[in-house]
């Protein structure tokens, strides 16, 4: 069964310092979502790319994170510089187009000290 | 600004029982309601998917319903076993195109007690 692919699994980096964090979404998937979940909430929407424009980055704090889907596959999420309430969970999801059913990848546990 | 709530926050019950967890939401304009669990440290899994026109969807033990002019949805879980234990995450989707990152509520923690 075709998954979503993200890596690494887990970062630890030293605030100021810069993180980048890939996903591959499932093969055919024109939508893909980067949600971030602090430990104890529900996780909340970064960045949505339909092929590789961007539909909706309104929450991505533009000063320090960038999002890249170039060829229309797989995408990167950037931190420069890391600070600590970055802290969490960064999940990648994929959906055949928009508005259908969102498939997870296991996410990119990162802590930052 | 759409929320959702998700009650109760967690649940701990003996294996065997039936239990329902409950979410609710602000504006009913919705395209869809899923729900997802959530194991610790891990990614989602999408165990139900109910689309606005609809009022319950079934898989296995899961049962799940959308009052949609209420805001509100359920999910039953019938005899429980020790591996339904997760966080339960409720989301949705809202309705008018483009832009369609899902709204999450905290979600339930589920304890199935041996």
């Known amino acids: 069964e075709a998954e979503v692919a993200q890596s690494p699994r887990y970062k630890i980096t030293e605030k100021s310092q810069a993180v980048a964090f890939w996903c591959d979404p499932i093969s055919g998937h024109a939508t893909l979502y980067w949600y971030r979940q602090i430990l104890g909430q529900g996780p909340e929407l970064l960045v949505q790319?339909?092929?590789?424009?961007?539909?909706?980055d309104s929450q991505l704090p533009k000063d320090r994170f960038s999002a890249e889907r170039l060829k229309g596959v797989d995408s990167t999420l950037k931190i420069q510089p890391a600070e600590l309430g970055d802290s969490a969970m960064y999940l990648c999801?994929?959906?055949?187009?928009?508005?259908?059913?969102?498939?997870f990848g296991p996410g990119t546990r990162l802590t930052v000290l | 600004k759409q929320e959702v709530t998700q009650i109760p926050a967690a649940l701990s019950v003996p294996e065997g029982e039936n239990l329902v967890l409950n979410c609710s939401f602000t504006d009913s304009a919705i395209y869809n309601l899923q729900w997802f669990r959530q194991d610790p440290g891990k990614g989602l899994t999408s165990l139900l998917l109910i689309q606005s026109s609809q009022r319950e969807q079934t898989s296995g033990r899961l049962n799940a319903s959308l009052d949609k002019s209420s805001g509100r949805s359920t999910l039953y879980i019938a005899a429980s076993q020790p591996g339904d234990s997760a966080t339960y995450l409720c989301a949705v989707l809202e309705s008018g195109g483009g832009a369609d990152g899902l709204t999450f509520g905290k979600g339930t923690h589920l304890i199935i007690q041996p």
């Open positions: 999801a994929s959906s055949p187009d928009q508005g259908d059913t969102q498939y």
């Open positions: 790319f339909q092929d590789e424009s961007v539909v909706d």
